[in-house]
Structure formats: structure tokens, C-alpha cells
């Protein structure tokens, strides 16, 4: 009789993920609070002006204290510096070698500084950083290395996004169609443990409440779904202009600032002043703002002003190199894009105005998709953070529209392109080490190694074959075995080589082998 054998793999991997989950719960749920409530006391400080003179000069004081904290701690690791995000990606992608230990405090503290200072900046990118750093520094101390480390690290970042949204699914999904560009099921069961449990303690923190909760009764009709088309074509054209201003502002920065970049910081802070003392509300990443827009829509002049004000300064506040991201500030954006289309297309008597909360909600997830180009973790975001199922079917035509606009026009998703960009200036890009690693290489529809045997293949050297995996079946390659469309190669590699080989598939630089 058989023995049954269990595959404790998954087992063991979904346990570290819930441990590493509940860590990072904590630590992202204590970093968001503490960005909420010094976020309160800065809109209330700017909102008494100069009646208050001694509470100004103390926030003045502290806007100094955070310019020179983020500069000695950005100076003594510039790998704190923005989102977090493309530093994830670069880490999981083999191309960069970082310290959590190094990286950890710095970022906790440098993020709560700056964000809570009311800079246009979000929450969610440093705190993917910091779910990764905890499921990096729990990897180690588990003498876990390559594959096994990757997959914390990316449980960890999956941790970090749904404790700072309260959306599990969508960041598990994120992890996986953003950051890794690869279903493995070991990445996304891991991801989907910590995301759930990271999730469940900060649920103890914020309550029960949806993030981003907006209550509308009025579902929009199937003949006014044309305007989801406009909409998606009108967010994909303005979602590239966004990309422009947001990589290029930094390099505007070095040639008009001469001074260090690490020093950068003080000229956003600079400039936040007399947009506190006028917009107090419109401070922070745009959480509060894209709730009261949904609670109270305003004038279409208001959407295009706010627009202005919010594109132009959220891209100054990131370029800075501040800690910070803009997974929020492109929400928010999105937000007002939808309530300034909803505004004008009531004004001129092309939409009943009640839809004008709809469009807020569907733009959201319209503006994220084309400029992530993740579309479906922007469907789900979405809707787990405004705490409704009942729009996935405008969010989902609003996001393709979007991304297909952006798509055509050459668009990059935003988070390589910033990845692309810290390689070319890294120290770290070159990852050490010579053990053995595993990579993983899904086969999509019209891969360049679908229907190949094996054998057809011009493997690199520093490379070997050990598996197939094909659905729930794993095989045993020979060179006559036929590689199928949604079949995921198991590649045995150099640990050293692995973002070079990777980025040669990528490229289809392995050649058919015709002798």
C-alpha cells in the first residue's frame, strides 16, 4: 500500500507568512497611527494661523527637525529615500542587496516625520518597505536564504500594504502582479497568510471601518456607461503626464539645487507653509480629503484647482527624496479627476449630478491602474478600502480603458521605471553571494518558449532546469518535454547571476537552438 506523503512546504511557508503578518501588523499599525495624529495636530496648528504664534514657531521647529533627521538618515542610507516600493522590487528581483537593520528605524522614523508634516506623501510605500524589512529580518534570524528569503520578504510587503489600507486581498495581490511579476503559489499563499493576519491587528487599532468608506445609493445605469469609456481615455492621457512630472522632478531638483540631495528635503517643507496656512484640509497623503469629497462633492472649479494644486505639490513633495510614497496621492488625485469629470458632465446636463460619488470612487481605481499598470489590484484596492462589491463592474471597464490608453502610448509602469532609475545610480546593485538560487519563470500565452521542447532551448551555462510545474502537477523535464502556456519553469542559478538571467527571458534572449 502507498504511504501518503504530506508537502509540509506551503505549510511551513503559510505559518512564517501569519508570524511575520502579525509583526508587521504591529509595527505598520504604530506608524500609521503615529502619522494620524500628528497629521491632526498640524492641520489644527495651521488652521489658527498666527493667532497662535507660539504653536507656528513650535511647528516651525519641528518642520526643521524633520528636514535634518530625514538628511542625516537618508545621507547615511539613500535607500530610505521615496516610496520603498521599486527598492522592494529591486530586492526581489535579485538586482539589489539591502540591510533591514539599516534600513528598518530609519524608515519608521524618517517616514513618520515627513508624512506627518502634512507633505503630499503616503503611508503605504514605506510601509511596504518596513513589512519587507520585518519579513527580511525574520527570514535571516530563521536562516532562511535565496528562494525562502525572497518569499518573506514579499509576505512582509504584503503585510505592510494591508495593515496600512486594510485590504489583504488586494495586497496580496499587489506583491504579486506589481512587485514580484510572478504567480508562484509559494508567493502568494505566503503573502495571502501575512496580508490576512497583519490585517486582523490592525483591524484592533482602526476598527472595522473601511479606509476610504463612501456610502452612495444610486447604482450607475447600464445607458450611462459610456461615460466610463471617456473617463478611462481622460485618466489614462492625464495619468501620463503624471508619470512625466513625477520622474522628472527630481532631476529638475539637481540641476536647480546644487546643494546635496539628502538636503532637498527643506524645499517642500519650505513651500507647505503657505499651502497650510491656506488649505489646512488639504494636508497629508489625501485620505481625509477623498472622504469628504465622497461626503460632499464640490464645484467642478474646486476639482480642477485641488487637481492643480495636489499634482503639482505631491510631486514636489516626492522628488524631494523625502520618505514617502504615492500610492495615496495618486488615489486622491484619481478622486478629484473623477469628481471633476462627474461636476462638468452634470453641469452641462450629460449626467444626473447624484453619479458624481460614483466617478470619484470608479476614477480612483482608473488612475491607479494606468499608472501602476496593475489594473487588478486597483479593481480590488479599491473595493476593499471603500467597503463596497457593488461598482466592480464600472471600476473594472474604467481601469482597462485606462491602462489600455496608457499601454498604447508606451507608458511604463511607474514603480520599474523609479527601480530602472535607482539601479543606474545604486552602489548595491550588484548582488554577492555564489549559492545555488531558484528562479521561477511563468510561460505566459504567446512566450517565445511556449510549444518548444526542452531541448529546443539555448539555456545559459550558469543555468539548469529542474522542474516543471504545471497546475498542481510538478514534472521532471527531459529534453523532449514540450513547455506549455501556463507552465512555470524551475530554474536552478548562480545567486550572483540571477537578475541576469532573469532580465534575458525577460528579453527573449534565449534563442531557439536549431542544431
Request: glycine residues 10%.
Amino acid at each position: 500500500m502507498e504511504t501518503l506523503q504530506l508537502d509540509k512546504t506551503r505549510f511551513h511557508f503559510i505559518w512564517r507568512g501569519a508570524v511575520v503578518g502579525v509583526i508587521a501588523g504591529f509595527v505598520i499599525s504604530l506608524f500609521r497611527l503615529c502619522i494620524e495624529n500628528m497629521l491632526k495636530i498640524v492641520k489644527i496648528v495651521f488652521s489658527a494661523g498666527f493667532e497662535k504664534p507660539i504653536w507656528m514657531l513650535l511647528l516651525f521647529l519641528f518642520f526643521i527637525v524633520a528636514w535634518l533627521v530625514n538628511a542625516k538618515f537618508i545621507k547615511d542610507e539613500p535607500n530610505i529615500s521615496g516610496s520603498g516600493i521599486p527598492q522592494v522590487e529591486g530586492q526581489l528581483e535579485g538586482e539589489l542587496e539591502l540591510s533591514w537593520k539599516s534600513i528598518f528605524f530609519r524608515k519608521w522614523i524618517g517616514g513618520v516625520l515627513s508624512i506627518g508634516s502634512g507633505l503630499f506623501l503616503g503611508r503605504e510605500g514605506p510601509s511596504i518597505q518596513l513589512g519587507a524589512a520585518v519579513g527580511q529580518g525574520f527570514g535571516e534570524k530563521t536562516k532562511l536564504k535565496g528562494t525562502g528569503l525572497r518569499v518573506m520578504i514579499a509576505g512582509g510587503a504584503a503585510a505592510g500594504l494591508s495593515s496600512a489600507f486594510n485590504a489583504p486581498i488586494a495586497a496580496s495581490l499587489f506583491v504579486t502582479e506589481e512587485i514580484y511579476h510572478n504567480f508562484s503559489p509559494l508567493i502568494w499563499t505566503t503573502a495571502l497568510s501575512a496580508s490576512v493576519t497583519a490585517n486582523l491587528v490592525s483591524l484592533y487599532f482602526f476598527g472595522m471601518t473601511p479606509v476610504l468608506h463612501m456610502a452612495y445609493s444610486h447604482t450607475l445605469p447600464l445607458w450611462q456607461y459610456f461615460h466610463l469609456i471617456i473617463l478611462g481615455i481622460f485618466l489614462g492621457l492625464l495619468g501620463l503626464v503624471y508619470d512625466k512630472f513625477t520622474l522628472g522632478v527630481p532631476k529638475v531638483y539637481s540641476k536647480i539645487f546644487k546643494f546635496p540631495r539628502c538636503f532637498h528635503g527643506i524645499i517642500p517643507l519650505i513651500i507647505l507653509v503657505p499651502i497650510g496656512l491656506l488649505f489646512p484640509s488639504t494636508l497629508g497623503g489625501g485620505n481625509s480629503l477623498i472622504i469628504s469629497l465622497g461626503s460632499h462633492p464640490t464645484a467642478t472649479t474646486i476639482f480642477l484647482g485641488l487637481f492643480i494644486l495636489r499634482l503639482l505639490f505631491s510631486t514636489v513633495s516626492f522628488g524631494s527624496g523625502l520618505p514617502g510614497g504615492i500610492f495615496l496621492p495618486i488615489l486622491s488625485l484619481g478622486a478629484i479627476l473623477g469628481g471633476l469629470y462627474g461636476s462638468f458632465m452634470a453641469d452641462i446636463g450629460l449626467m444626473p449630478r447624484m453619479y458624481v460619488v460614483n466617478f470619484i470612487i470608479y476614477a480612483m481605481a482608473g488612475y491607479f491602474a494606468c499608472i501602476s499598470k496593475a489594473p487588478f489590484t486597483a479593481i480590488l484596492l479599491v473595493t476593499e478600502m471603500v467597503g463596497s462589491i457593488k461598482h466592480l463592474m464600472p471600476l473594472a471597464v474604467v481601469a482597462l480603458v485606462a491602462y489600455m490608453v496608457v499601454d498604447l502610448l508606451r507608458g511604463e509602469p511607474i514603480y520599474a521605471a523609479m527601480l530602472d532609475d535607482i539601479l543606474k545610480k545604486s552602489k548595491n546593485s550588484k548582488v554577492h553571494g555564489d549559492f545555488k538560487d531558484r528562479l521561477e519563470i511563468p510561460v505566459f500565452v504567446g512566450s517565445f518558449l511556449q510549444d518548444k521542447q526542452v531541448r529546443d532551448i539555448n539555456w545559459p551555462k550558469e543555468s539548469l532546469l529542474i522542474s516543471i510545474r504545471r497546475g498542481e502537477k510538478e514534472l521532471l523535464p527531459h529534453g523532449d518535454t514540450v513547455i506549455r502556456s501556463g507552465d512555470t519553469l524551475v530554474v536552478l542559478v548562480s545567486h550572483s547571476e540571477r537578475s541576469r538571467i532573469r532580465r534575458a527571458i525577460d528579453a527573449n534572449a534565449f534563442e531557439q537552438n536549431n542544431n
